[in-house]
């Protein structure tokens, strides 16, 4: 049986003309001493507020997404850390962590695990390519 997909809804507030002058008159009708310069001036304000919500809440996510995936990453390397100390003749796995740890940033890392790939095979044609990429 398949999961549930959660569904995200948005609420999007659609404010016409009409409802915006008659709510400032509401107000303005309620509040005589106040000028109309600063109602309408706190209303966009308080929507200025809301917007502002909404940038830092998609801020987060994207903050939380970058963390998991750098956990990701970090879980792979160490999961090929493993294999390799069990196989250290495994080509294409250097080739994998050569690559995890340039996307980690850790470019000294990604050099040693390269050049142990290139000690292992120096004649795989792919190499110069990857080699190209690394030093970018």
């Not at 009409?18 to 109602?39: C, H, M, R, T």
């Not at 250097?94 to 340039?102: D, G, K, N, R």
């Not at 940033?105 to 050099?111: H, L, Y």
Request: avoid cysteine; charge should be positive; proline fraction near 3%.
């Amino acid at each position: 049986m398949a999961k549930k997909e959660k569904r995200k809804f948005k609420l999007k507030i659609h404010i016409t003309r009409e409802i915006l002058l008659s709510s400032l008159f509401f107000i303005k009708g309620k509040v005589n001493k106040v000028p109309a310069s600063i109602l309408i001036g706190t209303f966009f304000f308080l929507i200025s507020l809301i917007f502002l919500n909404s940038y830092n809440r998609r801020l987060k996510e994207k903050v939380l997404g970058i963390n998991i995936q750098m956990q990701a990453d970090q879980k792979s390397a160490y999961e090929w850390e493993q294999l390799l100390a069990e196989k250290p003749d495994f080509r294409d796995g250097w080739l994998q962590l050569s690559s995890l740890y340039a996307k980690m940033g850790n470019v000294k890392k990604a050099k040693e695990a390269f050049n142990r790939a290139k000690e292992i095979d120096p004649n795989f044609e792919a190499l110069p390519s990857l080699e190209k990429l690394l030093k970018e």
